[in-house]
Nanobody, 114 residues
């Protein structure tokens, strides 16, 4: 599975960004797709993911601010990030779990200075 991520950037705290991740195969064949992030000096952490059946899961730190959605026809998942905070600053990685194997897209930087 190849993943093409896009949409990072610099936005002031309180602003919004949308990340996109396009998969090279049908997302219905993928167990889960989602986004992780890694801030400098910290471990990579789950931000949000969605199962094949459409169930979503969010980190507590982003609940109510971030929304994960998908476009089945485009094999793409989107992460809408609102009310960004400085602590959201990190490299964001798209992830897909396919037949028990994790695949990763290239990272995209999200920076939200105070």
């Amino acid at each position: 599975v190849q993943l093409q991520a896009s949409g990072g950037g610099l936005v002031q705290a309180g602003g919004s960004l949308r990340l996109s991740c396009a998969a090279s195969r049908s997302i219905f064949s993928i167990s889960t797709m989602g986004w992780y992030r890694q801030a400098p000096g910290k471990q990579r952490e789950l931000v949000a993911d969605i199962t094949r059946g459409g169930s979503t899961n969010y980190a507590n730190s982003v609940k109510g601010r971030f929304t994960l959605s998908r476009d089945n026809a485009k094999n793409t998942v989107y992460l809408q990030m609102n009310s960004l905070k400085p602590e959201d600053t990190a490299v964001y990685y798209c992830n897909a779990n396919y037949i028990g194997i994790d695949y990763w897209g290239q990272g995209t930087q999200v920076t939200s200075p105070a």
